[in-house]
């Protein structure tokens, strides 16, 4: 599980059932105690480690220090995510990398590296992958973050078709506003989900082995409208 303090995370592993834990975060050690309460409630084996999408250099060694220090896995899901400013992201080069970088280029590069290992199990795994309704079209109020996180979408997508023939399975999610640190400081967020619904659907989705999950559902009915406004409108739109 990588962003594994990510409330989306923990709601995904509370649903994850019969499953051991990698979980990998930024100063992995302050999940010790959710370790500790999962490794009792659950009777499986949890193990932390230190990961960050930005430290480009240590991803390649992700897989096989997964493997050496907790054993083999089957699983992996991308869960991190970094909403950022996006006005400030208008005037900072630190605070654009930093979105595009985190939500993207990390995630791309930590993906690559983890598909390989999965391949070369030569056995059936998976991939979850967060993206975002946001990715689905640029908006003027989040086109930073939307930018990264399309862009994410496209790369899953791509790494599905060269997995296609192998066990491994790779599921992209699309989940609209869901109630979570990340939009505790956003006020009058539409259909805003609860964590524990969006977990629900994707390990529902990921068990039937599903390409694409929008969460909650009808969001992919609301991006289908967005996608089809067209530009010239979209223009006047303050979205
Ligand atoms: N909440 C929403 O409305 C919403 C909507 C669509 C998609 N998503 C996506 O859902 C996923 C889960 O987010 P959430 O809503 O559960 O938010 P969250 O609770 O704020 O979790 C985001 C997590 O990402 C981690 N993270 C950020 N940058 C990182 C980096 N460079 N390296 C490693 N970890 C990093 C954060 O770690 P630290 O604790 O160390 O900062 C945090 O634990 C993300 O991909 C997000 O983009 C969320």
Redo the contacts with the bound molecule.
């Keep these: 599980m990588?962003?594994?303090?990510?409330?989306?995370?923990?709601?995904i592993i509370a649903k994850l059932d019969g499953y051991d834990f990698i979980l990998?975060?930024?100063?992995s050690e302050?999940l010790a105690p959710f370790a500790a309460d999962l490794r009792l409630r659950r009777e499986c084996q949890v193990d932390l480690i230190e990961?960050?999408?930005?430290?480009f250099a240590a991803l390649a060694q992700l897989p096989q220090k997964a493997h050496d220090e907790c054993g083999e896995f089957d699983l992996v899901v991308?869960?991190?995510?970094?909403?950022g400013d996006q006005a400030t992201a208008e005037r900072d080069a630190v605070e654009m990398a930093?979105v595009l970088?985190?939500?993207f280029t990390?995630?791309a590069i930590a993906l690559s590296h983890l598909a390989n290992y999965l391949e070369a199990r030569g056995k059936p795994g998976g991939i979850i992958g967060?993206?975002?309704?946001?990715g689905d079209r640029g908006r003027q109020k989040n086109y930073v973050?939307g930018a990264a996180?399309g862009g994410l979408a496209l790369f899953l997508q791509g790494l599905r078709n060269r997995l296609a023939a192998t066990e491994v399975h790779v599921l992209t999610?699309?989940?609209?506003?869901?109630?979570?640190?990340?939009?505790q400081d956003?006020d009058d967020?539409p259909f805003?989900?609860s964590?524990e619904k969006?977990a629900g659907d994707i390990v529902r989705t990921y068990r039937k082995k599903k390409d694409i999950i929008y969460t909650p559902f009808f969001w992919r009915w609301i991006m289908f409208i967005i996608r089809l406004i067209p530009e010239r409108l979209f223009k006047k739109m303050n979205l």
């Design positions: 990588l962003g594994a303090k990510s409330a989306i995370a923990q709601a990998a975060a930024r100063g302050a990961f960050d999408a930005l430290d991308v869960a991190f995510g970094y909403l930093t970088n985190a939500n990390g995630a967060i993206s975002s309704v946001a973050y996180k999610v699309k989940p609209g506003f869901v109630d979570t640190p990340m939009t956003m967020l805003l989900a964590p969006v």
